[in-house]
């Protein structure tokens, strides 16, 4: 018997042979947005050795999720995709992505914060019912690293880099932002920290507060007194 199956006959089950190792979830996050090198990979994964993801690619393509592929540049160089099958995952990841965000806590400073991450962050906080009819253009900095949001009504484009057309400018603390999302802090709050800096109207921070959020942490459990 294999003994990294479940041997069960379910669905989550065999979820979870497919994409559940450690580091294979994180490798289809990185695919997600859109095919990449394994240089990439290892880039936005520094902390996993080479063997490993190399054997984490090599199960995802057994199993259908990832398919490698030799680009048509002159480079000829050899990219990871996901497969149609793979591609389903992404509303799935974004959803528990955002469950998970909810027990995120203050970061580490060896924590990374990866360029793939502040993209996706972003399109797993973003409420399309608070966008309905809003026209705006953000640019977030991180340190040296850039990415954009355009929400169109009801609609939400991020990507690396600066907006030539940005209506605000933020340059968050990571640990503000996270404060900033679950409305913990407000932005006039977290301007008057010196913890974010903008450049544009304050009531386009306000707003990003309201397109972006994520759901107040879970309550500790209580634990029962057994008589």
């Not at 479940?6 to 289809?28: F, K, N, P």
């Not at 996993?48 to 199993?63: C, D, H, V």
């Not at 970061?107 to 962050?121: E, H, K, N, R, Y």
């Not at 040296?144 to 939400?156: N, R």
Request: aromatic letters at 6%; proline letters at 5%; hydrophobic letters at 45%.
């Amino acid at each position: 018997m294999n003994t990294r199956t479940y041997g069960q006959i379910c669905g989550l089950a065999r979820a979870m042979e497919l994409v559940g190792e450690r580091w294979a979830m994180l490798v289809v996050r990185d695919l997600i947005l859109g095919p990449k090198r394994f240089a990439d990979l290892q880039h936005g994964l520094p902390r996993i050795p080479a063997s490993l993801l190399s054997a984490r690619l090599n199960e995802l393509e057994n199993t259908g999720v990832v398919r490698r592929r030799v680009r048509s540049q002159l480079d000829a160089a050899v990219v990871y995709e996901l497969t149609e099958y793979g591609g389903e995952l992404e509303q799935i990841m974004l959803q528990l992505g955002l469950w998970g965000a909810r027990s995120l806590g203050e970061p580490s400073p060896s924590d990374v914060f990866t360029l793939d991450a502040a993209i996706l962050s972003l399109y797993t906080t973003f409420r399309p019912e608070a966008a309905l009819g809003v026209h705006v253009n953000y640019e977030l900095h991180y340190g040296d690293m850039i990415v954009y949001a355009m929400v169109d009504d009801g609609a939400l484009k991020a990507a690396e880099g600066a907006h030539p057309d940005a209506d605000i400018v933020i340059e968050p603390d990571l640990s503000v932002l996270l404060k900033l999302l679950t409305g913990e802090m407000t932005a006039t709050e977290a301007i008057a920290s010196g913890q974010v800096r903008i450049q544009g109207p304050m009531e386009h921070l306000d707003l990003f507060t309201e397109l972006f959020q994520v759901p107040a942490a879970p309550a500790p459990a209580e634990g029962l007194v057994v008589r």
